[in-house]
Structure formats: structure tokens, C-alpha cells
């Protein structure tokens, strides 16, 4: 078993090291964006300056209460990746059909508008999408103007980028180490870091933009993590992400069938792959899509 999964890691490390373009020799990484802790500072100073939460200060930090000293180093998150998007929906059904007529209706009315596939409970539905806003206002804005045509069921909803483990598309390798931990050795191979946790596997890939400092491309494997915040379980992963767009069952080792979870969201991609007992989590996987 442990020989196939270290397969498979070997596998899937060749789909995340071919699925980007490549150039030099290695990943040079950006240096750490912190601040010194000066005399008189308190966590709520430092939220208040950077408008960030103390909580968000504290988990970033590891930091397990508000006591903070001079000379201390602490990292000041780019929150803007982790911010939500507020979604207006202007309908859901159980048929796909139906959730078309309503997308043609909406562009009728010069309303952009898109089906987005649920998977609830076994079932489908389709959920009309008629933009997503970083603004909240904008999209109140866009639910009165779906009412002012008739649809008095739009609403809007707050969803966060897909993350794993509180990584996003976006963030910063630095931030991926907070809040992972530091491992105990890395391997890099062009783009791609694997950092080690325990045991012989990787317990983290990631495909890292350089000149951007940001994360392009993260894989996860929970068996080989020292953290428990990883979910390792099917129902865990629904608990943590809700209900999926895509459920499908691929092939995997030794001929078995494999669920795959899919997730996705504003250009991005969540894969969670269970193992064949299905329940047990082989493997997250989060990427960019056209």
C-alpha cells in the first residue's frame, strides 16, 4: 500500500510539474513579508494599521495568545486572497433545462448569468449565477436589479476562495510554510517544492511564481503531514467545503474505483481524491482553470 501511494505521489507530482511552463533551473522564493515588533505595539495596533483581524494575525503566527515583545518578527498576511466574493444567485433547480431558460431570460435583460452544477445529497441541482462581486454593495446592487425584472427569489451569497488548509491560489510560499509548519527537508525540481514532513512521502507539492511570490499550484497529501487541520475524511471534507459541483469515480490502484470531489470556484479548482474504502482522503489537490 505505502509502495503504491509514494507511486502515485511520483504520478501526480509529473501532472503538476508538466502542467506549467518552465524556466530556470530553480524556484528562487521572495523574501518573508514581516514586520519587527517595536516597543508599545499590541496585536490590536498591528490589526488596526494593516486592517487585519487579531485572530487572522494569530493563527498566520502560530501565536497561541495576544502577547507579543519587541524584536519579534510577525508576518503580516496579503488577506486580499482570502477575502470573499459575494455571489448573486438568481435561481436554483433541479433541472438543468430550467436553469437555462432562466440564464436566456436573465441575458434578455442584458444580465450575464451562468449555471453552476451543485451536487447535494446524491442529487443535482443547477444554481444560477449572475456575477460574483468583492464589493458586497455591488452585488445587493445586482440582486434589486434581478428583483426589479421579476426573479423575487435572487439572493446573495459570501463564498471564499477554494483553499486548502487557509492556502489560495495567490498566497505566498511563506504563508503556505505558517501554515503548514516547517518541514524537514525540501526538494525542488524547476517550479515545483515538495516539502517533507515525515516518513518517506512529501507531504506538500506546490508549483511557486517567483516573480509574483504566489502560489500557482498546490498538492496536499494528509498521510504524510505533521498538522491535523487537514481534513483525512470524506465527511470531514463536505463538513469543510460543502456540497461539491462534481462528484465522478476514477480508476485508481490495483483496478479499484476512487471517488473524486471536485470543487470549483472563480477560476480555481479543488480535486479531493478518496481512497477506495471510501471514506479516506489520498489526496487535495488545488489548480487553476481556463
Not at 434589486?144 to 477554494?162: R, Y
Not at 512521502?201 to 496536499?220: C, H, M, P, Y
Amino acid at each position: 500500500m505505502k509502495k503504491f501511494k509514494r507511486f502515485l505521489q511520483v504520478v501526480l507530482c509529473t501532472m503538476l510539474v508538466g502542467s506549467v511552463f518552465y524556466f530556470g533551473q530553480a524556484i528562487t522564493f521572495a523574501k518573508e513579508n514581516y514586520i519587527i515588533i517595536k516597543k508599545g505595539d499590541t496585536l490590536y495596533s498591528i490589526s488596526k494599521k494593516y486592517n487585519i483581524s487579531i485572530e487572522d494575525l494569530k493563527n498566520y503566527n502560530q501565536l497561541t495568545s495576544n502577547k507579543i515583545i519587541a524584536g519579534q518578527k510577525l508576518l503580516i498576511p496579503d488577506l486580499e486572497q482570502t477575502k470573499p466574493l459575494h455571489v448573486v444567485v438568481a435561481g436554483s433547480f433541479s433541472k438543468k433545462s430550467n436553469a437555462d431558460k432562466r440564464v436566456a431570460f436573465l441575458k434578455k435583460n442584458g444580465i450575464e448569468a451562468v449555471v453552476v452544477k451543485k451536487v447535494i445529497d446524491g442529487k443535482n441541482f443547477y444554481r444560477v449565477q449572475a456575477g460574483a462581486f468583492s464589493s458586497k454593495s455591488k452585488a445587493e446592487n445586482m440582486k434589486a436589479k434581478l428583483k426589479d425584472i421579476g426573479i423575487k427569489d435572487a439572493f446573495v451569497l459570501a463564498e471564499k476562495p477554494l483553499h486548502i488548509n487557509g492556502i489560495t491560489l495567490g498566497s505566498s510560499y511563506n504563508q503556505l510554510v505558517q501554515k503548514f509548519g516547517q518541514p524537514i527537508k525540501t526538494e525542488d525540481d524547476k517550479k515545483t517544492r515538495s516539502l517533507y514532513y515525515k516518513n518517506e512521502g512529501a507531504g506538500v507539492r506546490v508549483t511557486f511564481n517567483a516573480a509574483k511570490d504566489s502560489i500557482e499550484q498546490l498538492q496536499v497529501y494528509p498521510e504524510f503531514l505533521k498538522t491535523t487541520s487537514i481534513p483525512t475524511e470524506k465527511n470531514k471534507i463536505l463538513d469543510a467545503y460543502g456540497n461539491p459541483n462534481e462528484v465522478k469515480i476514477v480508476t485508481c490502484y490495483e483496478s479499484a474505483n476512487c471517488e473524486q470531489i471536485i470543487y470549483k470556484f472563480n477560476k480555481g479548482q479543488l480535486i479531493v481524491q478518496i481512497d477506495r474504502d471510501g471514506k479516506t482522503v489520498q489526496y487535495l489537490d488545488l489548480r487553476k482553470v481556463k
